[in-house]
């Protein structure tokens, strides 16, 4: 809801009330939330089918937390201020794809957490990765400081990513380039001659696609 397609459309509802009225049950990102509670309370008194559509997604919304019962903070290690059936929501949703942990990846040796991150930052939004080092040093992890490697570690690598916007460059073999089924660079490997033959690659195929 915070996007602008959604923002200037013409109707004379509230984005907020064209949505829910629209049969969307969770309407997210409002750039103002007081006004778009505002919005839906208003609606809801004056149309009986907004305030049906209200009664029925609050409905729902109680029966999918009923799914997912409140756990005990102290077993799953659940920060104070996150929610603890939005916790379980997530535990749910993080799936294991395309095969087992890899055995070297084990919780007695040390491991390195690094971040891609491709969105705007936000004040209010603690760090990307910064909840997941925690998460795993609560559970007994030896999480590496980041910075410089001064040791040979595992390395996790937490990537946010917006499709539409991310365009990778791989400094490694092509294979994993081809994994991720998105056009890409592959620069084939770390040597610091690489950085910039990489930076100069793809400006010119960006200047050749712009011609």
Known sequence: LNM????????????????????CDVLLYPPDL?????????????????AGRLTESLARGERALERFPTPDRAAVDVPDDLDGAAIT???????????RVPPWLLQSRPVRVATIWDDREEPSRVPFGLLF??????????????GPAEAEAP????????????YPVVFG????????????????????????????RLDDLARGAAS
Do not use: F, Y
């Open 173 to 200: 073999h092509p294979r994993l380039l081809a994994d991720l089924g998105a056009p890409g660079l592959c620069a084939w490997a770390t040597e610091p001659a690489m950085e910039p033959a990489a930076a100069w």
């Open 34 to 50: 007081a006004e778009a509670i505002a919005a839906v309370e208003k609606a809801a008194a004056v149309s009986e089918a907004v």
């Open 155 to 166: 390395t996790l690598v937490l990537v946010a990513s917006t499709p539409q916007a991310a």
């Open 89 to 99: 929501i997530a535990t749910a949703c993080a799936t294991e794809i395309g095969g």
């Open 133 to 146: 080092r925690e998460a795993l040093k609560a559970r007994g992890w030896n999480v590496l400081p980041q």
């Open 4 to 23: 602008s397609g959604v923002r200037e459309q013409a109707e004379a509802l509230s984005p907020e009330v064209a949505a829910l009225s629209a049969g």
